[in-house]
């Protein structure tokens, strides 16, 4: 399966969607082994997320939005580094690994909706900037995929991995 993005706000985007989907699966799990595979999708898109956030997209955009956006944004990933280290590091039967994760998928609800909202959210912001959100979203693309395939080659990452295309829909 091969995903198209318009742009940079297209795949970030859509790297939400991903995650708000595998935590809602994580809340139906019942058993420990499908729980502990959810989880560790979820730190694995998070950390590259915000990777390709941390290395590419929010330098292209400091000094042309509010500092105060750019500053929290890094604050709410450096929160959410320590719960996926924590949830990371432990089994699903360790005590408050379930709410480990609630917590982190809170985290991650408010951080998208401060990046997503209109008029005044981050991305809202972002798009009256001159950066070149299809040339931003290239780079990501390609650091993204550089990371997938290293954490597959680490075992880090589910084997399926969906390909993605940089080509504007």
């Known amino acids: 399966m091969t995903e198209t993005f318009t742009d940079a ?25 499908k729980k502990k595979a959810l989880a560790h999708q979820i730190c694995t898109e998070l950390k590259i997320h915000t990777m390709i956030e941390e290395e ?11 500092d105060d956006t750019l500053d ?29 994760v609630k917590v982190l998928s809170e985290e ?8 997503e909202m209109p008029s005044e959210g981050m991305f809202a912001q972002c798009r009256k900037t001159d ?6 979203r290239d780079a990501m693309l390609q650091l993204k995929v550089e990371l997938m395939e290293q954490a597959e080659g680490a075992g880090l990452a589910p084997a399926k991995t969906t390909a993605v295309n940089p080509v504007a829909a």
């Open 72 to 100: 929290e944004a890094y604050v709410e990933h450096d929160g959410a580094k320590v719960l996926i280290n924590d949830i990371e590091a432990n089994e699903p039967s360790a005590p408050f690994y379930d709410a480990k």
């Open 108 to 115: 991650i609800t408010h951080h998208v909706k401060e990046e």
């Open 9 to 33: 706000i297209a795949l970030l985007k859509a790297d939400h969607r991903k995650v708000e989907g595998l935590f809602e699966q994580y809340e139906k799990a019942t058993a420990d082994t």
């Open 56 to 66: 590419i997209f929010y330098p292209a955009f400091r000094g042309k939005i509010e």
């Open 131 to 136: 950066v070149d959100l299809v040339a931003l």
